[in-house]
């Protein structure tokens, strides 16, 4: 045994193992891309009420697996079916209260009142369907992608909060809000930074929501980054 173990020792020295022909021998021909997603976006309120306006920052987290599934043989047009969850929030000029009989009633502050808060957010599990393009290879990480696609999320808990000169106003899981939302993805760009945005093709408010007698039909807009890894 020990003559064997100081055999390979002269064997390793005078032969050494070329580390490109390993590099070679573990290309994976088979890869898969951009598995895991991290996103943050700038959250917009589309189809808004008369008068209805954002303030601050209204913003998107957004994190979750997406199974890639190559199409081709070089494995540069593939399908992405995933599982996500996202927590966004939307300050805007919107009151969440409820009036003398109980029921959920929406109205637009005045300029003249002043209020420190008056957010809605919303907490989401996500279900997204991307085309996706790009021109990597086995051997290229840094590589030019368009992916386009379908989301359907669920809101699983939301809330609104005012903060101001009526005092605390706090709401869990407001009655009219529309639990399922969907809408169109794309994501482009290259290497790390990715421009991403989302466009939601339903209401975030039901029919039975009114404000002003008028129903409140607005809609999500995101703009923001995508980070892929792996």
């Not at 540069?76 to 003398?100: E, H």
């Not at 996706?132 to 051997?139: D, F, H, K, Y």
């Not at 990715?194 to 129903?215: D, E, Q, R, V």
Request: charged share 15%; aromatic share 16%; hydrophobic share 35%.
């Amino acid at each position: 045994m020990q003559r064997l173990f100081i055999f390979s020792c002269f064997f390793l020295l005078y032969f050494p193992i070329n580390a490109q022909e390993v590099t070679d021998v573990i290309i994976d021909s088979l890869y898969r891309e951009d598995q895991f997603y991290l996103g943050v976006t700038y959250n917009l309120l589309g189809h808004s009420p008369k008068d209805l306006s954002q303030s601050g920052f209204s913003g998107g987290y957004h994190l979750g697996f997406i199974r890639d599934i190559p199409l081709n043989k070089n494995r540069n047009f593939a399908i992405g079916l995933g599982l996500g969850i996202s927590a966004n929030s939307y300050n805007q000029n919107l009151l969440i209260d409820k009036d003398a009989m109980g029921n959920m009633s929406y109205s637009i502050l005045e300029d003249n009142n002043t209020y420190s808060k008056n957010k809605l957010t919303t907490y989401l599990v996500e279900w997204p369907l991307e085309i996706r393009w790009r021109t990597s290879t086995p051997t290229e990480y840094k590589f030019w992608r368009i992916y386009s696609g379908f989301k359907l999320g669920y809101i699983f808990a939301h809330s609104s909060k005012y903060k101001g000169e009526l005092g605390d106003i706090k709401y869990q899981n407001v009655d009219h809000m529309n639990h399922l939302q969907y809408g169109l993805t794309l994501s482009v760009g290259y290497n790390t930074w990715n421009i991403h945005c989302y466009y939601t093709l339903n209401p975030i408010f039901s029919k039975a929501a009114y404000l002003n007698s008028g129903s409140i039909d607005m809609n999500v807009i995101k703009i923001g980054l995508m980070f892929y890894i792996l």
